[in-house]
Every structure is written in C-alpha cells, then in structure tokens.
C-alpha cells in the first residue's frame, strides 16, 4: 500500500522567512496531494492540494510543487507569520483506492 | 448546518467497557473515514467506507469495528476498551471519488483507564 514520508518533523523560522516541508511517496498510482494545516486543539483543515497532471500551485503565500518522476512534494510557505505556527501534514491519494494516507506531520514554529 | 459531528468530545471509561463513538454528517457525502490521532501526531487511517454497506480496515491495525447502515452515519465500536486504546479519534468525510476535500470532525478524545 502507499507509504507518504515527510520532513522534517520539526521546523523553526524567523517571521518574514519562508518554510519549506517535503514528502515522498511510494505508490506512482497516486495522483493527488492535499496538505492540511492542524493548529493545537483543532481539527486538521485543507489548505493547499495539486493533482498529478500539475507540476506546481500557488495560492496567495502558500505554493505546492510536485515532480512525479521522483514521487515527491513539497509545500512552501513564504513571508511567514506567527499565525502559521502549526502542525502540517502531507498525504497521498490515488490509483483505484479512496484511501487518504497522511504523512508523519510537520510542527513549524514561526518566531515573533 | 452542514458539519461532521462526533459525540462524545470526551470519554473517560475502565478497561473492559464497551464504547461506540459516533459520527454523524449532514452533508450527503458517501466517503467516510476513521482516524486514530494523539495529539499532533500522525493521522492512522484505521477504517473507511466508500458508502452504505461497505466498510474496509485501514493500515493501522485496529480492534475496532464500524459500521455504515445509513449515508450519514458511521460510528466505531470497542468491544473491550483497554488502555492501549486511549488517544483520539478523529471522524472525516468527502463527497468526491478521488481529490476531495476531507472534512474533519472535532474528534472524540478516549481515556482507558
């Protein structure tokens, strides 16, 4: 079945700095790549996703690339801002399954 | 409005109760999920349904059950809760085959004791 890795588990930036999470799958069936955003004590929330005929989406600070050659992603969050201090999953979708398997989170901290 | 809703929001129980945690949507949608999360940790799919009368494990292995008598409804069962048991347990639910947007409810947080 499909295996999502991401990194790092942990990233501090200075405000203003840009972050950038990576993940790697395993199933090249997959084709599509949503990322969620869980701020501490609510639930995970869609902000970004691409589908595999895409190689890149952007949507105001926040983009996703994607390079299905390698079977990895990553979400990049530019001019940051202590409201973006959350948890951050990737997850992976595709071939006949409707199952959506998450990648391992990334707690980013963005430093006032 | 339209939401996923699961009761109970918490949950305190000693090891051998039966539990059912429930998970209602309002939004016709025919995908639905379990997830098994602690808190801000990774999000185990532990069963799915692709709509009523259809239900599959997930990868994490899990002693619970579920069950999708209606569209709206899929709750999950313990029989014997045991301590292993507590974390969270997060509802979620779609209205596309594939690349949907995945709803999330506020979570169901158990405490075996």
């Known amino acids: 079945g499909e295996n999502v890795e991401q990194h790092p588990s942990t990233l501090s930036v200075q405000e203003g700095d840009s972050a950038v999470i990576k993940c790697t799958y395993s199933?090249?069936?997959?084709?599509?790549f949503p990322w969620y955003k869980q701020e501490l004590g609510k639930r995970p929330q869609l902000i970004i996703d691409i589908r595999s005929n895409v190689g890149e989406k952007k949507d105001q600070r926040i983009a996703v690339t994607l390079n299905k050659t390698a079977k990895h992603f990553s979400l990049h969050i530019t001019e940051t801002q202590p409201e973006d201090s959350a948890v951050y999953f990737c997850a992976a979708q595709g071939g006949s399954s409707y199952k959506l398997i998450f990648g391992s989170g990334t707690r980013l901290l963005v430093r006032p | 409005e339209a939401d996923i809703y699961q009761t109970p929001r918490y949950l305190v129980i000693g090891t051998g109760k039966k539990i059912t945690l429930e998970c209602s949507q309002t939004?016709?949608?025919?995908?639905m999920y379990w997830y098994q999360q602690d808190p801000g940790m990774e999000l185990h799919l532990i069963h799915y349904?692709?709509?009523?009368?259809?239900?599959e494990k997930g990868d994490l292995s899990s002693e619970s059950t579920v069950s999708r008598i209606r569209t709206e409804h899929f709750p999950l069962t313990l029989e014997s809760a045991r301590p292993s048991h507590t974390s969270q347990y997060l509802c979620a639910s779609t209205g596309l085959s594939l690349g949907g947007e995945l709803f999330f409810g506020e979570g169901s947080r158990l405490t075996v004791l």
């Open positions: 199933d090249s069936a997959s084709n599509y």
């Open positions: 939004m016709g949608h025919d995908k």
């Open positions: 349904s692709y709509g009523v009368n259809s239900t």
